[in-house]
Every structure is written in C-alpha cells, then in structure tokens.
C-alpha cells in the first residue's frame, strides 16, 4: 500500500453531484498515489483558529483527474452539529482555498489477487464513491464481471450516474442498477426499497462467485452483510467500509 503523508491542497473546483453533495476536486502540492477505494484525512482551519478534521473516500481512480489531484464527495450535514462540521466547512470552501491532507489511509480495495475476481459492488449514498473508483480504475485491468448495486432515496440522488453510464459503455463486462428507497415517481422506479431487497437479482444478473464490496451507513452494510451470510457467502468473501 502506498505511504501515508501530509500535503497541502488547494479546491481546484466544486460543483453539486446532486441536490445534497457536492463533488470537490483537490490538487495537492507533491506527488500522490493511492490504491482505487482509499480515503484520506481533510483539515479545514477556519480563520478563528479552529481546525475540523475527516474521512473522506476518494472517488477517483489513481490518476484520473491528472497526477497529484483527487476527488471527494461531501454530503450536506444535517445534524445537530452541522455548523461546526468539517462537511459545513468544506461546502463552504471557494475554489483555490486551501486545506490540509492526510493519506492515503484504509484497505477497503481490490488490490492484488482481489482484482482477478468478479465484484458485487454494494453502496448508498456517499458509499458509492470508493466503489466508482474501483470501477474507473478497471477501466485498464483485465476485465471480470462486475456489478453495482446502488442505493438512493430517490433519482436526483443517484451520484456519478453519467460517469457510471459511460463506464458501462466502455466496459462490457460491467453493469450498474439503482434502487431507491423514496422515489418521487414511483411507479417510474424500476427498483423500489433498500438495496438488500434486489440482492437476489444483481447476483443472478452477475452470474458467478464474487467479491463483495459493500460501503454506506453501517445499518446498510450490517444489513447486506447478513443478507449474503444467509445466502451461503463466508466472511472472507464480503470487505466492507462504513460511512
């Protein structure tokens, strides 16, 4: 795994993936590399001293945005605390502003042997995004089924969708299906509910042992993870990473 260092970044852009996150692209000031499905630390210092500090999953594959630049997805805080929250902050930030950055950290990837398997990607919301840089970074690998199952509470919600239309059409051997727990248009919902209940379809719609790669809040991922324990898989079949 690559090493874990400190850089200064500075916001290259930012723009709404949808109507509660945005997608923020940051270009650190020394070389960076980082397996597809790392996170790193973001420090944002406001102007009173303080200093707030958290995870981020990158959602771009190794090199995508060119070298030395990543890309985050920051969901809206709505919590309690949402005025004093690092997601508040980061939202706030103007282009060229500067942060601090932490990684690359975590082995939620497909490095190594994992790569030659097929992968049953399972996300929701901000979960998604180290599993889109898993699917752009196999744009280049030796193709193996792969599939995601994407969890929103309604289309608007759905990140990256003409990313991950485009990665269909480049790669064959990779398809994608939503299913969305509060659709706006119901009866337009191809999916309804929570992922878990189409897990029958995407495995079907797979065709063959896999990986599983589950990432969201952890209700989900505890969910999904005993859904597919029922199923027959063993634990060393399932990586998850919680959000």
Excluded: K
């Excluded at 919902?189 to 495995?203: N, S």
């Excluded at 209700?219 to 199923?231: D, E, G, K, Y």
Aim: some cysteine; glycine content about 8%.
């Amino acid at each position: 795994m690559p090493r874990s260092a400190r850089y200064r970044a500075n916001v290259q852009s930012a723009e709404p993936l949808s109507p509660t996150v945005r997608r923020v692209i940051l270009a650190l000031d020394g070389p960076f590399t980082h397996e597809a499905g790392q996170a790193v630390f973001v420090e944002v210092r406001g102007a009173a001293g303080s200093v707030r500090r958290a995870p981020y999953s990158i959602a771009s594959a190794p090199g995508e945005h060119g070298p030395g630049t990543l890309e985050i997805a920051v969901a809206e805080d709505r919590s309690s605390e949402r005025a004093s929250s690092t997601a508040t902050a980061l939202r706030d930030l103007a282009v060229g502003a500067e942060v601090l950055v932490e990684g690359p950290v975590g082995a939620f990837t497909r490095s190594g042997e994992r790569r030659e398997s097929a992968a049953l990607f399972v996300g929701a919301g901000t979960g998604v995004s180290p599993l889109r840089a898993m699917i752009a970074d196999a744009v280049n690998a030796p193709p193996v089924p792969l599939l995601l199952l994407f969890g929103a509470r309604e289309e608007s919600e759905l990140l990256w969708r003409d990313d991950l239309d485009t990665l269909a059409h480049r790669m064959p051997h990779f398809q994608w299906m939503a299913s969305l727990s509060r659709p706006r248009e119901p009866a337009a919902a191809a999916r309804r509910g929570h992922v878990q209940a189409h897990l029958d379809e995407a495995l079907a719609a797979l065709g063959r042992q896999a990986l599983a790669f589950v990432c969201g809040p952890p209700a989900m991922v505890t969910s999904v993870s005993a859904a597919l324990l029922a199923r027959g898989w063993n634990e060393e079949r399932i990586v998850r990473d919680l959000h």
